[in-house]
């Protein structure tokens, strides 16, 4: 079974509007964390926000927020007023253990997004 | 801000040949890792290292792949005998690891085996 499914391989947005990243996993560890990473055109990997599975609130960074549903698995990324500069490669990644531990990332396939002017 | 440095950007070489690829993760960091991407795909990983040991590796990091940390700063990843399927953007990251959950990218060496 996938660990993380990102079920959108392209999504559109209007400028100024939100819009919501769909991203499920799968896990039987009771420590793990959850990322979101953008990665533009350019190709490099640009940290979004982190959600650790005993958090208590959703996390949130500036236009980014997290809704973490641990009961569904899902972790969907939301941005807020979308910006042109948001079109991009949008990955949900997970990795299973406590904090502290070297273990790895596991990421999803990754969903296009295109803000439209 | 702290940011992971990669080098080379690019970097084109024969089949059979050694490729070295450096970082430099972010100085307080203890945990570093080595990430691969073929165009068009998923981001695997390679091998993750604390310790000056390896602590974790996929079944991709076969004997051609090796990592090391030859000084404070630096951590390789030398690819012995390229091949073709080895051509991908190589992402070394780093995370602090005791208190701090975020891993950070450095921005990718491609690689292009010919």
């Known amino acids: 079974a996938q660990k993380i499914t990102q079920t959108q391989p392209g999504m559109f947005v209007q400028e100024k509007e939100a819009v919501t990243l769909d991203c499920t996993y799968d896990t039987s560890d009771p420590s793990y964390g959850l990322f979101w990473y953008k990665q533009p055109s350019s190709g490099e990997m640009i940290f979004l926000i982190y959600q650790g599975s005993y958090d208590q609130q959703n996390a949130t960074e500036g236009r980014y927020s997290l809704n973490f549903q641990k009961a569904r698995k899902s972790a969907n990324l939301v941005i807020s007023a979308s910006q042109l500069g948001d079109s991009a490669m949008y990955f949900c990644?997970?990795?299973?253990?406590?904090?502290?531990?070297?273990?790895?990332?596991?990421f999803g396939s990754g969903t296009q997004l295109t803000v439209l002017p | 801000e702290p940011e992971v440095t990669q080098t080379p950007s690019h970097q084109v070489t024969q089949m059979g040949q050694e490729v070295i690829l450096r970082c430099v993760p972010i100085?307080?960091?203890?945990?570093f890792y080595w990430y691969r991407q073929i165009l068009g795909q998923k981001v695997e990983f390679l091998v993750s290292?604390?310790?000056?040991?390896?602590?974790?590796k996929s079944e991709i990091f076969d004997d051609q792949f090796s990592v090391e940390r030859p000084d404070g700063s630096n951590f390789t990843l030398k690819i012995r005998s390229t091949k073709l399927e080895d051509s991908a953007m190589y992402f070394c990251?780093?995370?602090?690891?005791?208190?701090?959950?975020?891993?950070?990218f450095g921005e990718g060496s491609w690689l292009t085996v010919v």
């Open positions: 100085s307080n960091h203890l945990y």
């Open positions: 990644a997970m990795r299973e253990g406590r904090v502290g531990s070297a273990r790895q990332l596991t």
């Open positions: 290292f604390y310790n000056n040991e390896i602590s974790e």
């Open positions: 990251a780093s995370s602090e690891g005791t208190t701090g959950n975020t891993i950070y």
